[in-house]
């Protein structure tokens, strides 16, 4: 009984393992835009702080209310089992689309050497690619694209020189000038206890606490 009941677990470990590395192989972008906004394959040749600084465009969209996910395709290979997409962004964007109509409904981006693919909605027809746009520089054309697509649906975005969403606050903000007031406020508050504190140790012993 125990024998059929832990071939019965490997077999069933095993059929998941099986399932899950065929979905892996027929299609890596749309595994990984199921859960995480960008598709960057390792032949890309991304420096690092360029993958940041398209992370922080996509983010800074999603949280302008401009949702995107990025799929960048250097080579055939990026494609997995459906390489016929192979540049083709508009096509391969209306195949993301459909694969992750069931999770995700924002817009979709796809960058090849070849051109840009996009569709403002997962599970609707992807627009024309614009041709002869994506070059060796995928990742500085995805830029430019995330970019444009957010201004054009009414969300400009604002991401700062280093990468990171710029955070920036008017020399008017009301907000700056009460959490300047309170901080100061409570230095002199904590003074004055301080103050009020040394004359009474100072009676209690009858010695200086200095």
Request: charged share 10%; net charge positive; glycine share 10%.
């Amino acid at each position: 009984m125990r024998l059929s009941v832990a071939l019965a677990i490997a077999l069933l470990v095993a059929l998941t393992f099986a399932a899950h590395s065929a979905r892996a192989d027929g299609d890596p972008a749309s595994d990984v835009l199921a859960t995480q906004a960008i598709f960057i394959p390792r032949d890309a040749g991304l420096a690092p702080a360029v993958a940041q600084r398209l992370e922080a465009v996509v983010m800074a969209a999603a949280a302008g209310g401009y949702p995107i996910r990025v799929a960048l395709i250097a080579s055939p290979s990026d494609l997995g089992s459906v390489s016929g997409l192979w540049q083709h962004p508009t096509a391969y964007a209306s195949y993301l689309g459909e694969e992750l109509s069931l999770i995700y409904h924002g817009a979709i981006l796809v960058v090849m050497p070849g051109g840009v693919g996009f569709q403002t909605r997962a599970g609707t027809p992807a627009a024309s690619a614009q041709q002869g746009a994506g070059g060796p520089h995928l990742a500085a054309t995805a830029l430019r694209a995330v970019e444009r697509l957010a201004a054009a649906h009414g969300h400009a975005l604002r991401v700062g020189a280093t990468g990171s969403p710029a955070v920036r606050a008017s020399a008017s903000d009301p907000g700056q000038w009460i959490v300047f007031v309170v901080g100061l406020w409570l230095i002199g508050v904590s003074w004055w206890a301080s103050l009020r504190a040394r004359p009474l140790r100072w009676r209690r012993d009858g010695t200086s606490s200095a």
